[in-house]
Nanobody, 123 residues
């Protein structure tokens, strides 16, 4: 059974940093694309960032470019999201997800999802 478990969320002041981690376990190949999505209260779940199987290609939502960095360590089966210069509008539940293929920004192309971790940025 595939499991994705996020950690690292919390409360931070605007301008601060957080590092989210996603631990991957189960029969999932390291060639999967890994992505991060987020869902703010009352809003749909939106794409944040994604990374290809060996970490050579990344993609970001425009509002996080230059502030967030996605990375992966296949030896440790982890995917990380370093978030710097956080803003109140980054407040959301952040989800880790895995996909075999498809459009990286498209939520329904991802087969496996974590339970999410809350990130709250105070002004």
């Amino acid at each position: 059974q595939v499991q994705l478990v996020e950690s690292g969320g919390g409360l931070v002041q605007a301008g601060g940093s957080l590092r989210l981690s996603c631990a991957v376990s189960g029969p999932i190949v390291t060639t999967y694309v890994m992505g991060w999505f987020r869902q703010a209260p009352g809003k749909e779940r939106d794409f944040v960032a994604a990374i290809d199987w060996n970490g050579s290609i990344t993609e970001y939502e425009d509002s996080v470019k230059g502030r967030f960095t996605i990375s992966r360590d296949n030896a440790k089966n982890t995917v990380n999201l370093q978030m710097n210069s956080l803003k109140p509008e980054d407040t959301a539940v952040y989800y880790c997800a895995a996909a075999r293929a498809g459009v990286w920004r498209r939520e329904y192309d991802y087969e496996y999802w974590g339970q999410g971790t809350q990130v709250t940025v105070s002004s």
